[in-house]
């Protein structure tokens, strides 16, 4: 199994931006899909954006469309969120995760990271 760490995270401003990292260790990077989700207090965690194991597709919850971008570097086993224009509604605990080939569910999760968007 994978092994995730985040890092990145912290207070904002709305309008800022903040750059999310996660780490993999522990296995071959490459054979994994990868996603970001994030819980809000008192909420169900929601899935914010994923990516193919090379890269080559992304794909975004309607709600940080056009504002985050995620991508990786698999040479660093590494998986990042931008995130621009942040919003209050932003504020959540931040989750990667990783999903291997073949598999239909994610199985590879960190710790989670806050980010908190205020004023």
């Known amino acids: 199994q994978v092994q995730l760490v985040e890092s990145g995270g912290g207070l904002a401003r709305p309008g800022d931006s903040l750059k999310l990292a996660c780490a993999a260790s522990?296995?071959?990077?490459?054979?994994?899909?990868m996603g970001w989700f994030r819980q809000a207090p008192e909420k169900e965690r929601e899935f914010v954006a994923g990516?193919?194991?090379?890269?080559?597709?992304?794909y975004y919850a309607d709600s940080v469309k056009g504002r985050f971008t995620i991508s990786r570097d698999n040479a660093k086993s590494t998986v990042y969120l931008q995130m621009n224009s942040l919003k209050p509604e932003d504020t959540a605990v931040y989750f990667c995760?990783?999903?291997?080939?073949?598999?239909?569910?994610?199985?590879?999760w960190g710790q989670g990271i806050q980010v908190t968007v205020s004023s």
């Open positions: 522990g296995r071959t990077f490459s054979n994994y899909a």
């Open positions: 995760a990783g999903r291997l080939l073949g598999s239909d569910t994610y199985n590879a």
């Open positions: 990516i193919t194991s090379r890269g080559g597709r992304t």
